[in-house]
Nanobody, 124 residues
């Protein structure tokens, strides 16, 4: 059974930075794409970014491109989301997730395991 545990959320002013971490356990970490999604109140869960198993390739939603960076440490089964130049519209619960295979997807249905989520609040 895969477990994903996020940490690092919090309250930050607009223009600030946060780094989210997600520790994974349960199956060969480096074999799977890891993704980040977010969900704001009253909105659907949306794709934020993803990183390939090797860490060589990353993918981002247009809304965060140039501000957010995904990275991973396969030796420690951890994935990160560095968030810079945060905006109030980035406020949401952020979820770490593991793809069902080694491919990258933007639809939540293609991700098999999910963390519990961590709240990010950006004040104006």
């Amino acid at each position: 059974q895969v477990q994903l545990v996020e940490s690092g959320g919090g309250l930050v002013q607009a223009g600030g930075s946060l780094r989210l971490s997600c520790a994974a356990s349960g199956r060969t970490f480096s074999s799977y794409v890891m993704g980040w999604f977010r969900q704001a109140p009253g909105k659907e869960r949306e794709f934020v970014g993803a990183i390939s198993g090797s860490g060589d390739n990353t993918y981002y939603a247009d809304s965060v491109k140039g501000r957010f960076t995904c990275s991973r440490d396969n030796a420690n089964n951890t994935v990160y989301l560095q968030m810079n130049s945060l905006k109030p519209e980035d406020t949401a619960v952020y979820y770490c997730t593991q793809s069902r295979d080694g491919y990258y997807y933007t639809a939540p249905i293609n991700y098999e395991y999910w963390g519990q989520g961590t709240q990010v609040t950006v004040s104006s």
